[in-house]
């Protein structure tokens, strides 16, 4: 957890210093075929789409702490199935990860970012984790200066879906 903390009092601040413009391929398609991986060894199915052609400019270590914490939480939560979707609209480039796990009451969603915030369901202290994976992640993508929000999943879990601003053509 101390790991954790100050991972994310790092990130809060000196994410505008190792910026450089990177092809989005190279910061997660190993991060997805390692989780695909993880997912099978737990007898569950993780699937995504293309990893668009475009680059983004942002710190690689925190876009990819992003989206592993994301994938890692759905894979983790999932009953069977977690799927990763990419689309560009407007230059932006958006990711929405659903899984078919419980999900969390609606009434929750806004509050699943907050470091140290359990939700009432099963996702709880039980389960393990330190609670600041979503914080760390929304932190994250607000210094790349994306947003990110929570839904209920089209398989009936729980969606989290961040936008990012992607580096011009």
Known sequence: MIGDLLALSRMQ???????????????????LKDA???????????????????TINGT??????????????????????????????DQQLIVSVDDDGEGVPEEELADIFRPFYRVSTAR??????????????????????????ANRSH?????VRFTLPLASA
């Open 13 to 31: 601040i000196n994410s505008h210093l190792m910026r450089e413009v990177q092809p989005l391929s190279s910061l997660w398609e190993e991060l």
């Open 36 to 54: 695909q991986f993880e997912a099978e060894q737990m007898h569950k199915m993780l699937t995504f789409d293309a990893i668009p052609e475009r």
């Open 60 to 89: 690689p270590k925190l876009l990819m702490s992003a989206l592993e914490n994301v994938v890692r939480n759905a894979i983790h939560y999932g009953q069977q199935q977690i799927h990763v979707a990419f689309t560009i609209q």
């Open 124 to 149: 709880d202290r039980h389960s393990g984790g330190t609670g600041l994976g979503l914080a760390i992640t929304e932190n994250a993508i607000r210094q790349h200066s994306g947003t990110i929000s």
């Open 155 to 159: 398989l009936g879990g729980l969606q």
